[in-house]
Nanobody, 127 residues
Framework: QVQLVESGGGSVQAGGSLRLSCAHS????????MGWFRRAPGKEREGVAI???????TYAESGKGRFTLSEDDAKNTLILQMNSLQPEDTAMYYC???WGGGVRTTLATMWEDLRYWGQGTQVTVST
């Protein structure tokens, strides 16, 4: 059973930065798809960024130029670096993952496509 554990959330002022981490156990396959989505109170889930098994990454328009997704393979950790944070970035951020031949997802469907989620980490950005 793969586990995902997020950390790095917190409270920052607008313009600040946070680095979210998603530590995970070793996947049983090299075909892995991972990413982050978020949910703000009263709003729908929103995909933030994904890395597909072919190595391609996709970012939501809201985070382009501000958010960077990377992987630390040595530490089994997926990292989301978030810069120039704005109040509209306030949400619970979730890491999600899945694996297997042909696994792939999109920003709009990742919470349906990816079977495994973490418990979430809260990000709060104040003015």
């Amino acid at each position: 059973q793969v586990q995902l554990v997020e950390s790095g959330g917190g409270s920052v002022q607008a313009g600040g930065s946070l680095r979210l981490s998603c530590a995970h156990s070793t996947f049983p396959s090299s075909n892995v798809c991972m990413g982050w989505f978020r949910r703000a109170p009263g709003k729908e889930r929103e995909g933030v960024a994904i890395i597909n098994s072919d190595g391609s990454s996709t970012y939501a328009e809201s985070g382009k130029g501000r958010f960077t997704l990377s992987e630390d393979d040595a530490k089994n950790t997926l990292i989301l670096q978030m810069n120039s944070l704005q109040p509209e970035d306030t949400a619970m951020y979730y890491c999600a993952a899945d694996w297997g031949g042909g696994v792939r997802t999109t920003l709009a469907t990742m919470w349906e496509d990816l079977r495994y989620w973490g418990q979430g980490t809260q990000v709060t950005v104040s003015t």
